[in-house]
C-alpha cells in the first residue's frame, strides 16, 4: 500500500499549511491566471503535482506501519560487515535537534555562531588527537567524499611539486568499490594489488607495482577482510620510498580507536566515516559525515570550511582564507546535525571510552569468530586474529548442500537476525563479513551462533527452507532481476500511463 | 561502561573461548612499536547529564536571531509529525537497504520519494538522494557530459546567478573529470541571462547548460526559451530548482518544446531544518533515456516468491559497490534519514499545502521588499519577475548595515558583495512563510534606522547611488 | 522476554547516571558503614533492589519492540466505543514539550508562570464557551476524578443550604462504572434508573425515583448506549423540580462539540475527559485530564487551583482565596502537560473545527451503523440516529453459530482491527459498542465491514477459528481466568524465592 | 480540515448509505431549541506554524530560572532514551490494554513497572499506577482503613510535617467516606515526629499510621520504631517514599519488626520533567495479603491458548468497570504512559544508578546547605539528620527574600510561612545532581547579598533569631 494509494482527490492534512496563504489563482483554475502576486503566467506550472493527497491521522498511520517493516539497530542484532551497527546513542540526537542548533542558518555571521563553531572546532582536535594528523576538516558529507577529498588531496599536493606524473592510484583487491570510484572521480587511473593468502596486501606484488607514476595507495586497515595488515610499516616505506602517498580508509577505525593511529602508521591523508565508528545514525542510507584528516604536508589542501580559534573566538576558514584547499563539497560546508551528533558521542566516551570502543568491538568478534569456528564455520583467514570483523566463508556449503550465501543470510532474516555482509570482499567466495560490534551483548552473539547452527543444520536436511527464505518477513524472497528488467521507479498517477 | 554491556563475567569466559589472558592480546598482531601512547586531546569522558549541559549552554548561545537569510537554505514550518515519525529508531538506526526483506520501510520510502520528485519535477525518474544540492548538480553535470551522445565536448555551460556555493562546489568536483565550466555572465537590469549572453559566452558545442529557476537573486529566468535554445544546440538542460517553487512554478520535465532532460537541487525546503546547513539532501531526477547515467541509489518495485509487491535497490550495475572504478559516481552512504522526512513532509503538505506555502513565502517576501524600498535609498537591484527572494540595493555597505542589524539580533540577509563586487553594496533577503507582520516591521525599523545613523554620519547630502 | 531476564550483575547503562557521584559506602559493603554523609546507618537499605542491570541498547531494544507489540491509533483502527480514539496531533505532544514547559516547577512563582498561566486560562476560557458553564477547573487528573469533584459540588451545594438529606444520586443503568464508584466516594447512596427499550432513560422510572432524597442526577449525553437522550428537558425538569442537580458525565462530549452545550440542556456540573473530545493521549492508560465546568450557583466550590486574570497578569487562586471550594486533588494541580496538549488542539480547531468534530464523527458512525445494518448485523437501537458511536448485539451469532462477542471481538485483532468496545454497557447482551471518530477515513470504515461480515461467515462455517482466536497477534488467547487464580504480578530474583 | 480526512466525495456517498441529505440531519433527534448557536469565546483556529509560534513565545516567556525548590517535585538528568521511546506512537496512542492479545507492549511494560515497583519498596504487589503522589496517599488511606480487620477505627494519623498538599489532597478526597485524619504534630528541635508525640496524639484506636521518609523537612523518621509502635497497636504503616531516594534509604518493606503495609508516593523523580506539576505518578505497594483492596490496575502473567506467557490485566473484580458502586476506588484512566517512562528510566539506571543519583542530590544538597550556612543569620532549621532538601532558618521574611532572588532569576526554595507560620522566617532548599558548583556559587551570592540588603536596611544592629 503505498501512500498514494491512501490519495483522494480533495484530502488534506490541512493543519499543516498556512491556513491564510491564498492560493494562486493559476492553480485554481488553469483558465484565469493573473499576475497579481508578480509570477508570469508562462512561467507557472499548468497542472498540480501529482502529489498524495491524505489525512494528516493516514500519513502518520501509514508511516509509522512502514517504519515497523525495518530491522535496525533498535530492533534487531545488525553484524552488517563494515557497516558498523553499532547503536546511536539518543542522547545525541535530542541534543543535536535543541532548537538553537536546528535554528541556525548556515550563512549567519560568526557573532551568532560561537556555540556551534566551539563543538565543530573540539571535534576537529579531538579528531586529530585519536588519528595522529596533523589537520582535521568536517567538511566531506560522507566516507565517499572524504575518499575524494584524500585523493584529490594527493592530487594538488603532487601537482603543486610539478610531480604531474604520479596519475596511478593503488587499490587492493580488498579495497570498498568507493576506494576506485574516488580515484577515477579525481582523474586518476587505478591499480589493483592482491591480498596474501594470509589476508595481508601481496607487498612483493605492491613492490612490483610502484614506481615514478604512483600517486599513492588506499588502504583500510584493518582491512575488509577483518585483519590488521602486520606489513604495514613496509607498505608505507614502500610506497614512500617511491614518492607515493598513503591514504588511509577509516570505515573500520572502530577496531583500532586509541589503539594505533593512522598518523603513527605513517598515513598522509585519512577519511573517518563518523557514521560508523563515532555512532551517528545510519539512517537507512544516510546522512553521513567523511572528516578527513591530513599530514603537515597536505594541510594546505583541506576542503573548506574549517573552523579555526583566535583567543576566545572562533572564526570560519573559506576559499579565500585556504588559497590551496581542494575547495568545498557541499554547499554550506558539511552536515553538520552529524557532526554534532559525533562530538556529543565523543565527549561521552572520552580518551577512556575510545579505547574500549576498539578493546570491546575486538573481544566480541574474536569471540564470535571462535564460537562459529567451533561450530563448524569455516574462516576466510583462520590463522589470524580478527579485528572487529571477520569472515566466514560457506563455499563447503555452497557445493554441499546446494545452498548459497544469500540464501543463508535471507534465512538468517527469518531468526530475527540482519544478516551479515555478503559477497563483500570480492576475493572471498561465498563469504559473510560479521561484525558484531562492541555494544552487543554476549547472549546475542550466542544467539547468532545457535542460529548459524540451525541453518546450517537445515541447509543439510531441508536445503528448500534457504533457498525459499525468508518466510517470516513482510515480504518474501524478492525477485532483484525483475526490478532491474522491468524498471518500476516512480508511481504515476492513472490517467498518464 | 557507557554504552558497552559486557560484565566481568562475560568478558572472563570469552577470552576463555577465545584462548586468551587479556583483551590486549587480541591487538598483537598490530607491530608493538605503533601502538599508540596517550590520547592527549581527547579530555574524559562525561556523563549524558554533563554533556546535556554543555549542550544546552552551547544552543542558547547563539541566541535564535530573526533570520531573513534565504541564499538557498529556508527556514520553514514543519510538520511536527514528519521528525516524530522519522527519528522512530526503526527508521533513525537503519542501514542502506542491503537486505530488501528486512527493510521495505526503508525501501518502500525511497520509492515514495522518486515518485515525488517525478511528480514535481516534471521527469520520469528520480534517485533516491545525493549529499545536498550542490554536490546533485555536480553529478548532474558529470551524468550529462557522460550522456550526451550527440555531443561530445567536455564544456558545460554555468550561469553566474547561479548561487556560488554550487559554483565553487561543481568545480572543486569535477575540476580533475577533464570538465570545462564555461560561466555565462547575466543582464544587469534584469539579474537573468539571456540567450545573448549565452550564444555569446557558448562559443562552440557545449554538452549542456544550466538554468537555475528562481536564480541565485530570485530572479526568475525564461526557462522556455533557454531550453529550447540549448537543445537547438543537441545541449542537455540541467534545471537547479528549489522544490517548494516548483508548486508554483513550471515544473523542468515541461520547459521548452522537450522539457529539460536532468532536474536537481536542494531538498533542505521539504522538511529539513536549518541546522547550519546539514544534513540536507540532493536530489536529481531525469528522462526515463538517462536512467542508466544516474549516480545514486534508486529503489524499484518488483514482486516476491508469492507474487506479491515489494520494493528493492535496483540498477546497481552503476554504483561503486559493484562496478568499482567504473561507477557512474564514487557516492555511497547519502541522505535516508533526509528523504524520509522529506517523504513524509510532502505527504503532509500535498501539492496544494506546498502551493500555499510557497505562495505565503512569495507574499511575505515581497511585503518585505517593498517594505524595505521605502527606506530612501534602498531599491530593488533587478527589474524582473522574482519569486521568493529578492536582490537589494543599498545606500551604505552592505557589510557594515549587516552587522549593526546583528547586534540587534536581526539577521538581515546575505551579503552579495563578496560574491559579486560588481553589484555592491547590494542585499539578497527572504521571508518565508514564518515570519509575521511584527518580523517584517521590526527589520523595516532597525534597518531604517541603521541606514539613517549611516548615511546622515557620513554624507550630510542625501546620497544617490 | 522480561528486561529483567537481560539483566546480568555489573551490567549498566553507565552514561545515564552522574559519574563523578561516589556510590555510598555502605552499599558498597553492607558491612562497613559510615555516617560521613550524614545518613544513619539504621535508616538505610541493606540490600541493593532488584532493579534490572542492562546496558543502554538493552533498554532501547527491549522497550522498541515491546512498542510493536501494541495496536494504537497510530497504527490502527481502534474503534473503541466510549473511548474516542481519534488522532492525537504530534504537534501537540512537541509543543508542550518545549524546554520552557517542561523544565517549569510546580511551585515557581507567577512571576516566572505567565506563559503557561496564560495558556490555562485561555483553556478555562474555551472550555466554559464550548460547554456553556460559568466556571471551570482544570485541576481534576482524569475523567473519574471529575466526577469526583463533581459530585463532592454538588454535596457541597446541598450541604451549605443545609439541605442535608439529599444523599441519593441517581444512575442510569447504562452509566459508566466509575459514575457509581465516584458517587459513593463523595459519600452518597446511588439508585439506577432503567433504559428504555428505545435508548432513552425510563423517564417514568425517573419520576417515581426522585424524591427530597435526591442529591442529583449523573447522565452521560449522548449516553453510552450511543443516542441523545430526546427528553433531557424533561429529565432536567423532573430533577431540578424535586431539588436535585444534574451532573453531565463528558466522555461522550465529541459528539456534540458545538452543537449542543450541556449547559444549555440544564446541567449544574460537567466533567470532561481532554484525552477523549481534546484528543491528548490516551497513553496506554492514561494520563487523562477531567476538568470540571460548573453552573453559577456551584462556582464557590471548583475545585483548585484555578487561573484568574487581572489586568495582563495571571493568578493562581488556591484553598486560601476560595474558602468554599472542595479542595485539592493532587498535590500540585492537575496533568499539566496534558492540559497544555488540549489547549494547542483547541487552537488548531478553532469554533468551526470544533463544530466538524461533531459533524463528522456522528457522519461516520452513522455511516458505519448503516453499512453494518446493511451487511445484517443487528442494532440495539435500530430506530435511533448514532450519536459518535452506536451498539451492535451479537446474541443472534451467539445463538446460532456458538461463537460469542469476545470471539468476535479476538478476531477482528486477526483482521488488523482493535475491537470496539465490549460487553458495555451492560444492559445489552453480547454487544459491541463501536466509535469510529472523525479521524478516520472512509475507507477504514469499509474495511472494518469488510472484516465483520468476513467473520460472520467464519462463525457460520468454521467457528473455532473465532474461538481460538487470535492467530496472529505476538500471543494467543490470554488466560484470565488464570492469571487471577495464580497471581503472578512482579518478577522476583530467583534467590528469594 | 485539520485532522478529518472527508472529501466532499466521500461525504456524499456518505450521507447516501445513510440516507439523509446533510450533515447537519444526523442530529435531528436533538431538540432544536438547544442546538448551540455560536461558540463566542473560541478563537477562529490557527494552523500548526501558528500554534507553534504562539507556543514557542510562551515557552520562553518565563526564562529558565535557576531552581532550587524541591518540595515534592524535583529536576532531575532524564536519559535522552526515555522520552524517545515513550512517546512513539504504539504507547503514545494506545488505550488502557483491554484487549490483551493486542497490548502485550502496554502490558508487559506495566508488569515490569510493578516489579522494580516492589523491589524499590520491599513490598510484596504494586498497581500500575495512580494519579499522583498525593491522591496515591488518599486512595491508600482508604485502602488501610477497609483493609485493617483488627481495628476498626476510621482514624488515621496523619504527621503534620507530612507534605502540606498530600495533607490536603487527602482531605479532599477521603472527607466524606467517615474517615478521621488526626495530625500529629513534629518534634521542634529534629523536625520529626516522636513515639511520644504520636502515643499522645493517637488518643485510642486508630486504623492506620502514616509515615513519610524523608518528611516534608528532608528530615529523616526513626521508621523502625514508629513501624513498631504503630503495629503494637494493631494499626497498619503507610509509608509515604520518595523513590530515587529508597535507593540509599531503608525500603518500606524492611521497617521495623514486621514492615510497612503499604508504601506510596510520587514517581514523578523516576524520569518525569518538573513538567509545572504533572502529568506525573502515584504509586501504591502493600503486603500480599491487601491485594484485593488494591484500587487501581493491575498487570498480571498468564499463559495463552498455547502455553506461552503473556500479560493481561488482572483482578478487575475490584474495579469500577466490573464492580461499579463497590469497587475499591472509581479511578480509571490514570497514568499509563509515565509508567512507561517510569519503567525505562529505571530500567536504564538500574538500582546502582539510582543510587549515584540519590547520592549525587544528597551531596550536592548538602554542599548547598552548608554555603547558605556560612551567610550570617542562616541556620538549619532542625538538627535531625536530612535526605537531599534542607529547612533553613533565614534572618529576614521569607517571601521577601525569594522575591529578590526571583528577580535574579533564581528560584530560591519553597517558603514554609504559609504552611507553618510558627516556622516563619523559613526555607526549604533542594539541590539535585543537576546543579553544578557554579549554580551553587550563584546562589550563595545572590542569597548573601540579598540577606545583607535586608538585615542592614531594617538592623542598625546585628539582629538575633
Ligand atoms: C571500507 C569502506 N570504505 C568506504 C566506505 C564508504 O563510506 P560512505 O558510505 O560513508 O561513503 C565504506 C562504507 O560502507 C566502507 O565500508
Ligand atoms: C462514559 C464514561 N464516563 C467516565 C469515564 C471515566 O473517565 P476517565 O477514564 O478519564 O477517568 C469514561 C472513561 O472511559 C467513560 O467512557
Same mark, same amino acid.
Given at each position: 500500500?503505498?501512500?498514494?494509494?491512501?490519495?483522494?482527490?480533495?484530502?488534506?492534512?490541512?493543519?499543516?499549511?498556512?491556513? *491564510?496563504?491564498?492560493?494562486?489563482?493559476?492553480?485554481?483554475?488553469?483558465?484565469?491566471?493573473?499576475?497579481?502576486?508578480?509570477?508570469?503566467?508562462?512561467?507557472?506550472?499548468?497542472?498540480?503535482?501529482?502529489?498524495?493527497?491524505?489525512?494528516?491521522? *493516514?500519513?502518520?498511520?501509514?508511516? %509509522? =506501519?512502514?517504519?515497523?517493516?525495518?530491522f535496525s539497530i533498535d530492533t534487531h542484532f545488525y553484524p552488517l560487515g563494515s557497516c558498523t551497527m553499532k547503536y546511536n546513542?539518543?542522547?545525541?540526537?535530542?541534543?543535536?535537534?535543541?532548537?538553537?542548533?536546528?535554528?541556525?542558518?548556515?550563512?549567519?555571521?560568526?557573532?551568532?555562531?560561537?556555540?556551534?563553531?566551539?563543538?565543530?572546532?573540539?571535534?576537529?582536535?579531538?579528531?586529530?588527537?585519536?588519528?595522529?594528523?596533523?589537520?582535521?576538516?568536517?567538511?566531506?558529507?560522507?566516507?565517499?567524499?572524504?575518499?575524494?577529498?584524500?585523493?584529490?588531496?594527493?592530487?594538488?599536493?603532487?601537482?603543486?611539486?610539478?610531480?604531474?606524473?604520479?596519475?596511478?592510484?593503488?587499490?587492493?583487491?580488498?579495497?570498498?568499490?568507493?576506494?576506485?570510484?574516488?580515484?577515477?572521480?579525481?582523474?586518476?587511473?587505478? =591499480?589493483?594489488?592482491? %591480498?596474501?593468502?594470509?589476508?595481508?596486501?601481496?607487498?612483493?606484488?605492491?613492490?612490483?607495482?610502484?614506481?615514478?607514476?604512483?600517486?599513492?595507495?588506499?588502504?583500510?586497515?584493518p582491512?575488509t577482510v577483518g585483519v590488521?595488515?602486520?606489513?604495514?610499516?613496509?607498505?608505507?616505506?614502500?610506497?614512500?620510498?617511491?614518492?607515493?602517498?598513503?591514504?588511509?580508509?577509516?570505515a573500520n577505525l572502530n577496531a583500532i580507536l586509541?589503539?594505533?593511529?593512522?598518523?603513527?602508521?605513517?598515513?598522509?591523508?585519512?577519511?573517518?566515516?563518523?557514521?560508523k565508528t563515532?555512532s551517528?545514525?545510519h539512517?537507512?542510507?544516510?546522512?553521513?559525515?567523511?572528516?578527513?584528516?591530513?599530514?603537515?604536508?597536505?594541510?594546505?589542501?583541506?576542503?573548506?570550511?574549517?573552523?579555526?580559534?583566535?583567543?576566545?573566538?572562533?572564526?570560519? *576558514?573559506?576559499?579565500?582564507? =585556504?588559497?590551496?584547499?581542494?575547495?568545498?563539497?557541499?554547499?554550506?560546508?558539511?552536515?553538520?546535525?552529524?557532526?554534532?551528533?559525533?562530538?556529543?558521542?565523543?565527549?561521552?566516551?572520552?580518551?577512556?571510552?575510545?579505547?574500549r570502543v576498539a578493546d570491546y568491538s575486538a573481544l566480541n568478534a574474536n569471540y564470535l569468530m571462535a564460537r562459529l569456528r567451533t561450530a563448524?564455520f569455516?574462516l576466510a583467514?583462520?590463522? =589470524?586474529r580478527a579485528s572487529h570483523e571477520f569472515i566466514v %566463508?560457506?563455499?563447503?556449503?555452497?557445493?554441499?548442500?546446494?545452498?548459497?550465501?544469500?540464501?543463508?543470510a535471507?534465512?538468517l532474516?527469518?531468526y530475527g537476525y540482519h544478516a551479515p555482509t555478503t559477497?563483500?570482499?570480492?576475493?572471498?567466495?561465498?563469504c559473510l563479513l560479521i561484525e558484531p560490534t562492541e555494544t552487543e551483548d554476549k547472549e546475542s552473539l550466542d544467539g547468532f551462533v545457535d542460529a548459524m547452527t540451525?541453518?546450517?543444520?537445515?541447509?543439510?536436511?531441508?536445503?528448500?527452507?534457504?533457498?525459499?527464505?525468508?518466510?517470516?518477513?513482510?515480504?518474501?524472497?524478492?525477485?532483484?532481476?525483475?526490478?532491474?528488467?522491468?524498471?518500476?521507479?516512480?508511481?504515476?498517477?492513472?490517467?498518464?500511463? | 561502561m557507557?554504552f558497552i554491556p559486557h560484565?566481568?563475567?562475560d568478558v572472563?569466559a570469552m577470552l576463555?573461548t577465545i584462548?586468551?589472558?587479556?583483551i590486549?592480546?587480541l591487538?598483537?598482531?598490530?607491530?608493538?612499536?605503533?601502538?599508540?601512547?596517550?590520547?592527549?586531546?581527547?579530555?574524559? !569522558?562525561?556523563?549524558?547529564?554533563?554533556?546535556?549541559?554543555?549542550?544546552?549552554?552551547?544552543?542558547?548561545?547563539?541566541?535564535?536571531?530573526?533570520?531573513?537569510?534565504?541564499?538557498?537554505?529556508?527556514?520553514?514550518?514543519?510538520?511536527?509529525?514528519?521528525?516524530?515519525?522519522?527519528?522512530?529508531?526503526?527508521?533513525?538506526s537503519?542501514y542502506?537497504?542491503?537486505?530488501?526483506?528486512?527493510?521495505?520501510?526503508?525501501?518502500?520510502?525511497?520509492?515514495?520519494?522518486?515518485?515525488?520528485?517525478?511528480?514535481?519535477?516534471?521527469?520520469?525518474?528520480?534517485?533516491?538522494?545525493?549529499?545536498?544540492?550542490?554536490?546533485?548538480?555536480?553529478?548532474?553535470?558529470?551524468?550529462?557530459?557522460?550522456?550526451?551522445?550527440?555531443?561530445?565536448?567536455?564544456?558545460?555551460?554555468?550561469?553566474?546567478?547561479?548561487?556560488?556555493?554550487?559554483?565553487?562546489?561543481?568545480?572543486?568536483?569535477?575540476?580533475?573529470?577533464?570538465?570545462?565550466?564555461?560561466?555565462?555572465?547575466?543582464?544587469?537590469?534584469? !539579474?537573468?541571462?539571456?540567450?545573448?549572453?549565452?550564444?555569446?559566452?557558448?562559443?562552440?558545442?557545449?554538452?549542456?547548460?544550466?538554468?537555475?529557476?528562481?536564480?541565485?537573486? !530570485?530572479?526568475?529566468?525564461?526557462?522556455?526559451?533557454?531550453?529550447?535554445?540549448?537543445?537547438?544546440?543537441?545541449?542537455?538542460?540541467?534545471?537547479?530548482?528549489?522544490?517548494?517553487?516548483?508548486?508554483?512554478?513550471?515544473?523542468?520535465?515541461?520547459?521548452?518544446?522537450?522539457?529539460?532532460?536532468?532536474?536537481?537541487?536542494?531538498?533542505?525546503?521539504? !522538511?529539513? /531544518?536549518?541546522?547550519?546547513?546539514?544534513?540536507?539532501?540532493?536530489?536529481?531526477?531525469?528522462?526515463?533515456?538517462?536512467?542508466?547515467?544516474?549516480?545514486?541509489?534508486?529503489?524499484?518495485?518488483?514482486?516476491?516468491?508469492?507474487?506479491?509487491?515489494?520494493?528493492?535497490?535496483?540498477?546497481?550495475?552503476?554504483?561503486?559497490?559493484?562496478?568499482?572504478?567504473?561507477?557512474?559516481?564514487?557516492?555511497?552512504?547519502?541522505?535516508?534519514?533526509?528523504?524520509?522526512?522529506?517523504?513524509?513532509?510532502?505527504?503532509?503538505?500535498?501539492?496544494?499545502?506546498?502551493?500555499?506555502?510557497?505562495?505565503?513565502?512569495?507574499?511575505?517576501?515581497?511585503?518585505?521588499?517593498?517594505?524595505?524600498?521605502?527606506?530612501?535609498?534602498?531599491?530593488?537591484?533587478?527589474?524582473?519577475?522574482?519569486?521568493?527572494?529578492?536582490?537589494?540595493?543599498? /545606500?551604505?555597505?552592505?557589510?557594515?548595515?549587516?552587522?549593526?542589524?546583528?547586534?540587534?539580533?536581526?539577521?538581515?540577509?546575505?551579503?552579495?558583495?563578496?560574491?559579486?563586487?560588481?553589484?555592491?553594496?547590494?542585499?539578497?533577503?527572504?521571508?518565508?512563510?514564518?515570519?509575521?507582520?511584527?518580523?517584517?516591521?521590526?527589520?523595516?525599523?532597525?534597518?531604517?534606522?541603521?541606514?539613517?545613523?549611516?548615511?546622515?554620519?557620513?554624507?550630510?547630502?542625501?546620497?544617490?547611488?
Amino acid at each position: 500500500m503505498l501512500i498514494h494509494d491512501l490519495s483522494r482527490p480533495g484530502r488534506r492534512a490541512t493543519a499543516q499549511a498556512p491556513l *491564510q496563504a491564498p492560493i494562486p489563482e493559476s492553480t485554481q483554475a488553469p483558465g484565469a491566471r493573473s499576475d497579481a502576486d508578480g509570477l508570469p503566467a508562462a512561467l507557472r506550472r499548468k497542472r498540480r503535482a501529482a502529489l498524495p493527497e491524505v489525512s494528516e491521522l *493516514q500519513a502518520v498511520r501509514h508511516y %509509522t =506501519r512502514l517504519s515497523q517493516k525495518n530491522f535496525s539497530i533498535d530492533t534487531h542484532f545488525y553484524p552488517l560487515g563494515s557497516c558498523t551497527m553499532k547503536y546511536n546513542p539518543r542522547a545525541c540526537n535530542s541534543l543535536a535537534s535543541l532548537p538553537g542548533f536546528l535554528a541556525r542558518h548556515p550563512a549567519a555571521p560568526e557573532s551568532h555562531s560561537q556555540g556551534i563553531m566551539a563543538c565543530l572546532f573540539e571535534l576537529q582536535e579531538m579528531l586529530k588527537a585519536v588519528t595522529g594528523m596533523h589537520g582535521v576538516s568536517l567538511a566531506p558529507a560522507a566516507g565517499a567524499q572524504g575518499e575524494l577529498a584524500g585523493v584529490m588531496m594527493i592530487r594538488a599536493y603532487h601537482d603543486a611539486r610539478g610531480d604531474t606524473d604520479r596519475r596511478e592510484i593503488l587499490v587492493p583487491d580488498a579495497a570498498h568499490g568507493t576506494n576506485p570510484a574516488s580515484a577515477i572521480m579525481a582523474g586518476f587511473d587505478v =591499480r589493483e594489488i592482491p %591480498t596474501g593468502a594470509d589476508g595481508d596486501v601481496d607487498i612483493d606484488a605492491l613492490r612490483r607495482a610502484v614506481g615514478p607514476q604512483t600517486a599513492g595507495i588506499m588502504l583500510t586497515n584493518p582491512s575488509t577482510v577483518g585483519v590488521f595488515d602486520r606489513n604495514i610499516q613496509a607498505i608505507a616505506h614502500t610506497v614512500h620510498d617511491a614518492g607515493g602517498l598513503l591514504y588511509y580508509d577509516g570505515a573500520n577505525l572502530n577496531a583500532i580507536l586509541g589503539k594505533v593511529r593512522p598518523g603513527d602508521m605513517g598515513f598522509d591523508v585519512i577519511h573517518m566515516n563518523l557514521h560508523k565508528t563515532f555512532s551517528t545514525p545510519h539512517g537507512g542510507g544516510g546522512p553521513g559525515a567523511g572528516p578527513v584528516g591530513v599530514s603537515k604536508r597536505l594541510e594546505p589542501y583541506l576542503p573548506v570550511p574549517l573552523v579555526v580559534r583566535d583567543g576566545d573566538e572562533y572564526h570560519w *576558514q573559506a576559499e579565500g582564507d =585556504r588559497p590551496d584547499s581542494i575547495g568545498r563539497l557541499t554547499a554550506f560546508g558539511g552536515n553538520m546535525g552529524i557532526l554534532l551528533r559525533a562530538y556529543i558521542y565523543a565527549r561521552m566516551l572520552g580518551a577512556e571510552g575510545m579505547r574500549r570502543v576498539a578493546d570491546y568491538s575486538a573481544l566480541n568478534a574474536n569471540y564470535l569468530m571462535a564460537r562459529l569456528r567451533t561450530a563448524g564455520f569455516q574462516l576466510a583467514y583462520p590463522e =589470524r586474529r580478527a579485528s572487529h570483523e571477520f569472515i566466514v %566463508t560457506l563455499k563447503h556449503e555452497a557445493k554441499n548442500f546446494g545452498v548459497n550465501t544469500m540464501d543463508f543470510a535471507k534465512r538468517l532474516l527469518d531468526y530475527g537476525y540482519h544478516a551479515p555482509t555478503t559477497y563483500f570482499p570480492l576475493l572471498v567466495p561465498e563469504c559473510l563479513l560479521i561484525e558484531p560490534t562492541e555494544t552487543e551483548d554476549k547472549e546475542s552473539l550466542d544467539g547468532f551462533v545457535d542460529a548459524m547452527t540451525t541453518i546450517r543444520a537445515e541447509a543439510e536436511q531441508q536445503p528448500q527452507l534457504l533457498k525459499e527464505a525468508p518466510h517470516r518477513l513482510p515480504v518474501r524472497r524478492l525477485d532483484d532481476v525483475r526490478a532491474a528488467r522491468h524498471l518500476d521507479l516512480a508511481w504515476r498517477p492513472a490517467e498518464s500511463g | 561502561m557507557p554504552f558497552i554491556p559486557h560484565t566481568e563475567d562475560d568478558v572472563a569466559a570469552m577470552l576463555a573461548t577465545i584462548g586468551v589472558d587479556r583483551i590486549d592480546d587480541l591487538f598483537d598482531e598490530i607491530p608493538p612499536e605503533l601502538r599508540a601512547k596517550d590520547l592527549d586531546g581527547v579530555p574524559a !569522558g562525561v556523563s549524558e547529564m554533563d554533556i546535556s549541559r554543555v549542550m544546552q549552554a552551547r544552543a542558547r548561545e547563539d541566541g535564535q536571531p530573526l533570520c531573513f537569510i534565504g541564499a538557498g537554505a529556508y527556514e520553514h514550518h514543519i510538520p511536527a509529525a514528519v521528525w516524530q515519525i522519522t527519528t522512530r529508531g526503526e527508521f533513525y538506526s537503519a542501514y542502506t537497504p542491503y537486505q530488501a526483506e528486512a527493510s521495505q520501510g526503508t525501501l518502500q520510502v525511497l520509492y515514495e520519494f522518486q515518485s515525488m520528485m517525478t511528480a514535481l519535477t516534471g521527469l520520469d525518474v528520480s534517485n533516491a538522494s545525493l549529499y545536498d544540492g550542490a554536490s546533485a548538480l555536480a553529478e548532474a553535470v558529470l551524468m550529462a557530459v557522460r550522456a550526451n551522445r550527440k555531443v561530445k565536448s567536455p564544456r558545460v555551460l554555468l550561469p553566474r546567478n547561479l548561487h556560488p556555493a554550487y559554483r565553487r562546489t561543481v568545480r572543486s568536483i569535477v575540476r580533475h573529470q577533464g570538465i570545462e565550466l564555461v560561466e555565462v555572465p547575466f543582464d544587469r537590469a534584469g !539579474g537573468h541571462t539571456t540567450v545573448e549572453q549565452l550564444e555569446a559566452a557558448a562559443g562552440g558545442e557545449f554538452a549542456a547548460l544550466v538554468i537555475p529557476q528562481p536564480n541565485f537573486f !530570485g530572479v526568475l529566468e525564461e526557462v522556455d526559451e533557454l531550453t529550447d535554445w540549448a537543445h537547438a544546440r543537441n545541449a542537455l538542460v540541467i534545471g537547479v530548482v528549489n522544490p517548494v517553487a516548483l508548486a508554483l512554478l513550471s515544473p523542468p520535465g515541461d520547459w521548452g518544446t522537450a522539457g529539460a532532460d536532468i532536474a536537481c537541487g536542494e531538498g533542505q525546503p521539504l !522538511g529539513m /531544518p536549518l541546522a547550519s546547513g546539514g544534513p540536507y539532501l540532493g536530489f536529481l531526477c531525469c528522462k526515463h533515456a538517462f536512467v542508466r547515467q544516474l549516480p545514486g541509489r534508486i529503489a524499484g518495485k518488483t514482486l516476491d516468491a508469492d507474487g506479491q509487491e515489494g520494493f528493492t535497490l535496483t540498477l546497481q550495475a552503476r554504483e561503486q559497490h559493484i562496478r568499482r572504478s567504473k561507477a557512474t559516481s564514487n557516492i555511497c552512504t547519502n541522505q535516508g534519514l533526509l528523504v524520509t522526512a522529506a517523504t513524509i513532509h510532502m505527504a503532509l503538505l500535498g501539492a496544494e499545502g506546498l502551493e500555499r506555502v510557497a505562495a505565503a513565502c512569495h507574499a511575505n517576501s515581497r511585503k518585505l521588499s517593498d517594505r524595505l524600498c521605502e527606506i530612501p535609498g534602498v531599491e530593488p537591484l533587478f527589474d524582473r519577475p522574482v519569486f521568493h527572494e529578492r536582490a537589494l540595493r543599498l /545606500p551604505a555597505p552592505t557589510a557594515d548595515v549587516l552587522r549593526s542589524l546583528a547586534a540587534h539580533n536581526i539577521l538581515g540577509g546575505f551579503d552579495l558583495g563578496p560574491d559579486y563586487p560588481e553589484l555592491e553594496p547590494a542585499l539578497l533577503v527572504c521571508a518565508t512563510e514564518v515570519r509575521t507582520d511584527d518580523d517584517l516591521d521590526a527589520y523595516h525599523d532597525k534597518l531604517a534606522r541603521v541606514i539613517a545613523t549611516r548615511t546622515q554620519a557620513r554624507c550630510p547630502v542625501e546620497p544617490k547611488f
